[in-house]
DNA sequence: CGCGTTTGACCAGCGC
DNA sequence: GCGCTGGTCAAACGCG
């Protein structure tokens, strides 16, 4: 499938309304590396997206760095991040999103998704596809869609707290991650929580 | 046969 | 209250 294709592209940024809290839960644990079982490693010095550029390492790829971090989401229901674009949505908390230079929207973050909407939204020209994993009882959900000044450029958004380890099988560097009893290492878990905690998010 | 995708319909929140 | 918009459902379908 697009495994191998997911990550061999430079990630530019990841964004968000949960900024604050994230940024602060990272300060709070600045000794340790933010690891993302599922995509690799983030420094938190360079979480936050207003402060510095950032790096991203990728699963099975080398570090990438990205010129200019990249937030698009300021929790207020508007887009940041260059032309700032309205949106009437609201803006549920304890979300974190990507911006990926990539060629395929659908990438294997060791998760297994199940598609299960698709939407034309009307800020955007481009598609945006609903996915859920496909674990029971998990309701993490992932939205999906193309950058709008940017084709080039994936936006891949994640909502929610994965409540379960990946499935097997799939990477056994991701497993490790997971499998780690007391990781000083954060996981997107820990920064779910974390975001949700202090924003009163549903979950 | 099990699981994922497709697709239009449906629903809920928000703005006017 | 109505219509727009984004998000979700669910039945049909496709594929391994």
Not at 10 to 18: K, L
Not at 84 to 89: I, L
Not at 110 to 138: D, H, I, M, Q, T
Request: hydrophobic share 30%; proline share 7%.
């Amino acid at each position: 499938m697009a495994a191998s294709l997911g990550f061999n592209s430079s990630h530019e940024a990841y964004y968000y309304q949960a900024a604050d809290p994230l940024v602060a839960a990272a300060a709070a644990h600045s000794a340790a590396p933010l690891s993302f079982p599922e995509l690799g490693a983030v420094r938190p010095s360079d979480y936050s997206p207003a402060l510095s550029p950032g790096y991203f390492a990728a699963a099975g790829s080398e570090m990438s760095s990205f010129p200019t971090s990249y937030y698009y989401y300021n929790g207020a229901g508007a887009y940041d991040g260059g032309a700032a674009r309205g949106v009437s949505g609201r803006a549920p908390a304890g979300r974190i999103g990507f911006r990926t230079r990539s060629e395929v929207e659908v990438m294997d973050d060791g998760f297994r998704w199940r598609k299960y909407g698709k939407k034309a939204v009307k800020s955007s020209p481009n598609l945006r596809n609903y996915y859920r994993c496909s674990v029971e009882g998990c309701g993490v959900k992932k939205r999906v869609e193309r950058d709008r000044d940017d084709p080039r450029y994936v936006i891949t958004s994640y909502d929610g707290v994965h409540n379960h380890p990946t499935p097997g099988s799939h990477g056994a560097s991701r497993e490790a991650a997971y499998s780690a009893p007391a990781p000083p290492t954060w996981t997107w878990s820990d920064l779910h929580a974390a975001a949700a905690h202090s924003s009163e998010s549903s979950y």
